[in-house]
Nanobody, 124 residues
Framework: QVQLVESGGGLVQAGGSLRLSCAAS????????MGWFRQAPGKEREFVAV????????YYADSVKGRFTISRDNAKNTVYLQMNTVKPEDSAVYYC?????????????????WGQGTQVTVSS
């Protein structure tokens, strides 16, 4: 299994931007599809974005489409989530996840490795 560590969370004003990073351990990062999920207090964990092993396929939740961008750098074993035009409803703990497969998935149960999460708070 790959070990994942998120960073980049914090407090941001509505309309602002934030970039999350997720660093992965190991030498097989490029064989994993990578995803971002989030969980707000009292709510279930929800899909945000996913990218396949090469970066050629990306999928987004409707709530973030056009505002968030997922990308990856396989040479650096890192996946990113660029968050633009953030809204208060984007406030949540954001989790990075790895799926041992070349293809992407939007389902949390497909992902076998998870980071510890990073808090994002958007003020209005």
């Amino acid at each position: 299994q790959v070990q994942l560590v998120e960073s980049g969370g914090g407090l941001v004003q509505a309309g602002g931007s934030l970039r999350l990073s997720c660093a992965a351990s190991g030498r097989t990062f490029s064989t994993y599809a990578m995803g971002w999920f989030r969980q707000a207090p009292g709510k279930e964990r929800e899909f945000v974005a996913v990218i396949n092993w090469s970066g050629s396929d990306e999928y987004y939740a409707d709530s973030v489409k056009g505002r968030f961008t997922i990308s990856r750098d396989n040479a650096k074993n890192t996946v990113y989530l660029q968050m633009n035009t953030v809204k208060p409803e984007d406030s949540a703990v954001y989790y990075c996840a790895a799926k041992k497969s070349y293809s992407a998935s939007i389902y949390p149960t497909s992902f076998g490795s998870w980071g510890q999460g990073t808090q994002v708070t958007v003020s209005s």
